[in-house]
């Protein structure tokens, strides 16, 4: 079997008047992303992973934010169709583990609906799907409640 493994990572600015979104998940909170999309830091990184374990560059690639038709564009949207490529490829997620990096909120309760939805999108067994939250314990700006990032590691295996 051959296996590619791949690393993304993103960060967006927190803003006010726009909705925080996370795995494809709305989370109510005073400040939302700002980006071209919907900013969702969480499935934007892992697009990247699939992107870069097969070499194919990254989201801004295929999904430019000069583009007016990815203005506002939902990523699980963005995450299927670069799914359906790693596919048309002859490559298949073997799993995913990742982390967002937010000192608020609180993501914990939101993780499994995250796992669940990103799950749902690729067709995975949840168990297959790692999404886990941590602080950055106060420091730059994401410590300084001025943005969100988030990591992704993805293995890919060939079918």
């Known amino acids: 079997m051959t296996l590619r493994i791949g690393n993304g990572y993103d960060v ?4 006010s008047g726009r909705d925080l979104i996370l795995g494809g998940i709305k989370i109510d909170h005073e400040t939302g992303l700002l980006g071209h999309s919907d900013a969702d830091v969480l499935t934007h990184a892992i697009m990247d992973a699939m992107l870069g374990a ?6 801004g ?3 430019p934010p000069t583009d007016p038709q990815w203005a506002g564009a939902d990523s ?3 995450l299927a169709q670069v799914h359906r490529l790693i596919q048309e490829k002859g490559w298949q997620i073997g799993n995913i583990d990742s982390v967002v990096v ?6 914990k309760p939101h ?3 995250m796992r669940s939805r990103l799950a749902i999108v690729l067709n995975l067994p949840p168990d297959r799907v790692g999404v886990k939250a941590t602080t950055n314990e106060k420091l730059d700006a994401v410590g300084r409640e001025e943005a969100i990032a988030a990591h992704a590691i993805v293995l890919l295996e060939q079918s």
């Open 54 to 59: 097969l070499s194919l560059g990254d989201i």
């Open 102 to 107: 937010a000192e608020r909120p609180k993501l």
């Open 61 to 63: 690639h295929y999904f």
């Open 111 to 113: 993780i499994e609906a």
């Open 12 to 15: 967006h600015r927190l803003v």
């Open 76 to 78: 699980l949207v963005l």
